[in-house]
C-alpha cells in the first residue's frame, strides 16, 4: 500500500473508533440534559472543564507531540532497550506530576471553582458554586489514568498500532451512560453518578492499553533516571508545547469566564453543547488525521526526506478541509434541526434549542480553521519545534480575548462563539505563513487552489440543504423519530450532492478515500 493511502487507513481506523466514541458521547449529553437542571449541568461543566483542561495540557496533548517525534527517532536510530528506557522514564515522571497535580486540587477545590467562575451567573448562586468544588474532588483523579492512557497512545502510535487507543474514549462514555442510567437514584446529588462514571472511566480506558503494552515489550517500568538524554530532549519540547496548548484551553475557560457574568441562566451549557458539536467532525476527522499523520511526518524528519513531508503535509490539508468545509456549512444551515433533535426533550426546552443552536452556527464558523490546526501544529512538533506554535496560539488567545469584549454586548453568548472562531481564522493563517517561511516551501496556489474548490462545493450542497430545510417544519416534537429520519436523509442527500461536485472536480481526494476503503473490504473479506 502506497503510503498516501497507508496514512487514510490509518486515519479511518482512528476515525471509525472516535466516531463510535462521539455518538456516545452525544448520547451521554443528552442524558446529562435530560435528566438534570441547568443550575446542575452548568455545575458539572465547569467542574469537569479543569481535569479536562489538565488531560490536555500534561496528558494527550503536550506529552504526546512531544513524546511521539522522539520516541520514533529512538524507535529508528536506537536500540529497543533504549526506548524502553525512554518509556520507563517518562511514565515515572509523568505519574509524580498528575499525583501532585491531584492532590493539589483535592485540596483547593473551592478556590479552584472560585477563580475560574467569577461571575454573578455562577459564584453568587451557593449551591452551584459548592456543588461544582465537590464534583472536582471526585473527578479529578480522571487526570492520572487519562494521562498514562495518553503516554500509552504516544507509544502505540509511534508503533503504527492507532485501534486501541482510539477507542479507548468509547470506555469513558459507556462508564458515565452507566452512571446515568442505573446509579444516579444512589446519591443524594444524582449528579454525582456523573462524576464517579467520568472516574472509572479513566480506570477502565488505562486498563485496556496494558495488554498491548505488553504485547509489544513496552510495558513502563519505574526510573528516576532523570538525566536521560530523551527524556531531557522531551522535556524541552513538552514545555512550549504545555504553553501552546494552554492558550488553547485558556481560551476555553476564557469563554466560560465571559459566559458566567451573563445574567441569564444557561449561558455555559448552551456554549458548552454547541462546542461538543464542533468536537464531532474536528475528533471524528481533523484530530484523527493529524493523529495519524504525525508519526508518519517525524518519520520523515528523522530520515531528512522532505519531499516527502511535502507530500504528506499538503495531502493532511487538502484531506482535513475536504471533510471540514461541508461540515462547516452543514453544521449553520442545519443548526436547529440537529440541536432539536439530539436534545430537545426533559429540562431542555425550545428556548434552549435556539441559544444552543446560535452558539453552533458561530462556532461553525471556524470549523475550517480549527481542523486546519490539527494537521499544521503536527508539522511544527514533527520538526521538534513547539516554542512556535506555542507563541502563536498566545497571540490567538489574545486576539479572542479582545473579540470577546467586543461581541458579548451584542450578540450574547453566540458573540463568545464567535471570538473563538475569529482567532481562531487568524491564527491558521500565522502559522501557514511561519511554516512556508521556516520549513518546507509550498506555492500558496498549491493551497489556496483546492480550498476555494472545496468552499464552492460545499456552498452549492449548502443552498440545497437549506432549500429543503425551509420547507420542513422542525416544531413537531411528537413527531421526532420522522423528524430524525428527515433530518438524516438531508444529510445524506447533501453529502451525495458535496461528494458527486468533488468528483466533477477531479478532486484526489475522493479517489483516495474509495480506493482505501476498498483495500479495506477486500482484506476483511479475505480474512
Not at 163 to 174: C, E, M
Not at 416 to 423: D, E, G, M
Not at 435 to 451: G, N
Not at 456 to 485: H, N, P, Q
Request: net charge positive; charged share 15%.
Amino acid at each position: 500500500m502506497s503510503k498516501p493511502h497507508s496514512i487514510t487507513r490509518a486515519a479511518l481506523v482512528v476515525s471509525s473508533s472516535t466516531f463510535v466514541s462521539r455518538i456516545l458521547g452525544f448520547i451521554r449529553d443528552i442524558l446529562i440534559f435530560r435528566y438534570f437542571d441547568k443550575t446542575t449541568t452548568d455545575a458539572f461543566i465547569v467542574a469537569f472543564r479543569i481535569p479536562n483542561l489538565m488531560r490536555r495540557l500534561f496528558g494527550e496533548g503536550a506529552l504526546s507531540v512531544s513524546f511521539i517525534p522522539i520516541f520514533t527517532d529512538y524507535l529508528r536510530n536506537k536500540t529497543k532497550e533504549e526506548a524502553r528506557e525512554l518509556v520507563a522514564v517518562s511514565f515515572t515522571y509523568l505519574s509524580i506530576a498528575v499525583c501532585l497535580c491531584t492532590l493539589l486540587a483535592h485540596l483547593f477545590a473551592r478556590e479552584i471553582i472560585q477563580f475560574l467562575a467569577m461571575g454573578p451567573g455562577f459564584s453568587q448562586i451557593p449551591q452551584k458554586y459548592m456543588l461544582s468544588a465537590e464534583l472536582l474532588k471526585v473527578m479529578f483523579p480522571y487526570l492520572i489514568f487519562i494521562s498514562l492512557v495518553s503516554l500509552a497512545m504516544g507509544i502505540l502510535n509511534s508503533l503504527k498500532h492507532f485501534f486501541v487507543p482510539a477507542i479507548a474514549p468509547v470506555f469513558l462514555n459507556l462508564s458515565i451512560i452507566a452512571g446515568i442510567l442505573f446509579f444516579r437514584s444512589f446519591f443524594e446529588a444524582p449528579i454525582f453518578s456523573v462524576a464517579w462514571g467520568v472516574f472509572l472511566g479513566g480506570v477502565a480506558q488505562i486498563l485496556l492499553q496494558v495488554p498491548w503494552l505488553v504485547k509489544h515489550g513496552y510495558f513502563p517500568k519505574i526510573s528516576l533516571n532523570w538525566n536521560h538524554p530523551g527524556f531531557q530532549k522531551v522535556m524541552r519540547l513538552m514545555l512550549p508545547a504545555v504553553i501552546g496548548l494552554s492558550s488553547i484551553q485558556f481560551s476555553i475557560l476564557i469563554v466560560q469566564e465571559f459566559a458566567s457574568f451573563l445574567k441569564y441562566e444557561g449561558a455555559i451549557s448552551f456554549l458548552f453543547l454547541a462546542d461538543r458539536m464542533i468536537q464531532f467532525p474536528l475528533g471524528v476527522f481533523a484530530i484523527a488525521f493529524g493523529t495519524a499523520l504525525l508519526p508518519s511526518l517525524a518519520d520523515h524528519v528523522a530520515t531528512q526526506n522532505h519531499t516527502k513531508f511535502k507530500e504528506h503535509f499538503l495531502l493532511g490539508i487538502r484531506s482535513v478541509s475536504f471533510i471540514s468545509m461541508p461540515a462547516m456549512v452543514g453544521l449553520i444551515v442545519l443548526d436547529v434541526p440537529l440541536i432539536r433533535i439530539l436534545f430537545e426533550r426533559g429540562h431542555f426546552t425550545g428556548e434552549s434549542t435556539l441559544a444552543t443552536a446560535e452558539a453552533l452556527s458561530f462556532y461553525a464558523f471556524g470549523l475550517w480553521s480549527a481542523s486546519l490546526q490539527r494537521v499544521v501544529v503536527p508539522a511544527y512538533y514533527a520538526f521538534h519545534n513547539t516554542l512556535a506554535p506555542a507563541v502563536f496560539s498566545f497571540v490567538s488567545l489574545f486576539l479572542n480575548v479582545v473579540f470577546c469584549f467586543l461581541l458579548i454586548v451584542p450578540l450574547q453568548h453566540g458573540g463568545l462563539a464567535l471570538a473563538t472562531s475569529l482567532s481562531s481564522i487568524l491564527q491558521i493563517f500565522i502559522l501557514m505563513v511561519y511554516f512556508k517561511k521556516k520549513y518546507i516551501s509550498f506555492s500558496w496556489k498549491e493551497f489556496l487552489v483546492p480550498q476555494l474548490k472545496y468552499i464552492f462545493c460545499a456552498l452549492v450542497m449548502g443552498a440545497f440543504l437549506y432549500g429543503l430545510r425551509i420547507d420542513f417544519s422542525w416544531e413537531a416534537t411528537e413527531a421526532k423519530m420522522i423528524s430524525t429520519f428527515i433530518l438524516i436523509c438531508f444529510i445524506f442527500l447533501g453529502f451525495c450532492l458535496y461528494v458527486g461536485m468533488a468528483y466533477l472536480f477531479k478532486l484526489p481526494e475522493v479517489e483516495i478515500v474509495i480506493n482505501t476503503v476498498k483495500m479495506r473490504f477486500r482484506k476483511g473479506a479475505r480474512s
